[in-house]
């Protein structure tokens, strides 16, 4: 159990290198092997449900290595009441969604191994405590399901994926923004120190009272939050992109885009912008 959260995160991981080395006309297996690693997946979120302390309202089964140093980054990861659901659920989805995907014939080897990294980019949005590798996981689930879509998808899937690709980005750059604001801004209360540290961020944003071009830095930086999460839900006035790219997805991914992605952006919401919610009037 002490590491069973890189485990969810890192095992399809190992899936997917494990089908690169499988040749491309060994589809069935290709197939079988995307089974077994989301199957063992869904598995371990069962145990860590059957682990978990309801009780608790802390985080658990928290993991932490030094990463970046000199930037404060590290590889911080846990689980609480609000995330453990979304892990079991994005679990279930994906190991349904091997099967649901049975039937793709076209490049059998990439999809597969797309299909995988899409996993553990979202798999590590959920269980990230370190907003810089909160975002580094919500970038890598970028480029899967533009392929995904792009290259598996309906008649219109080139404009469908181009404009999901496009939209997120541009939410991406506004969370970005945020993450490096946040980190500055409260470095003078941490013995001036940035940090990315989700729990230390918590007890820190709070202190922010600085102003720039005559607006509360909270107030700013939750706009920038709120733009890049309110896109991925999505929310008026940002929703277009998602019509298309449910109708042009492949079935699988569409499933997973409505079950699992959308929800992301309210699990970003709820665990990210009440960092900067200003507590002045």
């Given at each position: 159990m002490d590491y069973i959260l890189s485990w969810l995160i890192w095992l399809p991981v190992i899936g997917m290198v494990a089908?690169?080395?499988i040749p491309r006309d060994k589809e069935v297996l290709i197939k079988q092997s995307a089974a077994v690693t989301t199957g063992l997946q869904f598995v371990l979120t069962l145990v860590l449900w059957n682990n978990f302390d309801s009780k608790d309202g802390s985080m658990q089964f928290k993991e932490w290595a030094e990463w970046?140093?000199?930037?404060?980054?590290?590889?911080?990861l846990g689980v609480d009441g609000l995330s453990l659901p979304m892990v079991i659920l994005t679990g279930m989805l994906f190991f349904i969604g091997v099967f649901v995907s049975w039937n793709i014939k076209k490049a059998v080897k990439g999809y597969f191994a797309l299909f995988l990294l899409l996993n553990t980019g979202v798999m590590g949005v959920f269980l990230s405590l370190d907003f810089f590798l909160f975002y580094i996981f919500w970038e890598v689930m970028l480029l899967p399901m533009y392929f995904l879509i792009g290259m598996w998808g309906g008649p219109q899937r080139e404009y469908a994926a181009i404009k999901f690709f496009l939209y997120t980005l541009f939410g991406?750059?506004?969370?970005?923004?945020?993450?490096?604001?946040?980190?500055?801004?409260?470095?003078?209360?941490?013995?001036?120190?940035?940090?990315?540290?989700?729990?230390?961020?918590i007890q820190l944003s709070p202190m922010i009272d600085s102003q720039l071009w005559g607006f509360d830095i909270q107030w700013l930086l939750w706009i920038a939050l709120f733009i890049g999460f309110a896109i991925k839900v999505p929310v008026f006035p940002f929703h277009t992109w998602l019509p298309l790219a449910h109708v042009e997805a492949p079935t699988a991914?569409?499933?997973?885009?409505?079950?699992?992605?959308?929800?992301?952006?309210?699990?970003?919401?709820?665990?990210?912008?009440?960092?900067?919610?200003?507590?002045?009037?």
């Open positions: 089908i690169a080395f970046i140093p000199s930037f404060n980054i590290s590889y911080y991406s750059l506004f969370m970005l923004l945020a993450m490096i604001g946040l980190w500055y801004f409260t470095a003078p209360f941490n013995n001036n120190e940035g940090t990315f540290n989700l729990i230390k961020l991914i569409s499933v997973i885009l409505a079950g699992v992605l959308l929800k992301m952006g309210t699990y970003g919401s709820v665990s990210y912008t009440h960092l900067t919610l200003p507590t002045k009037a």
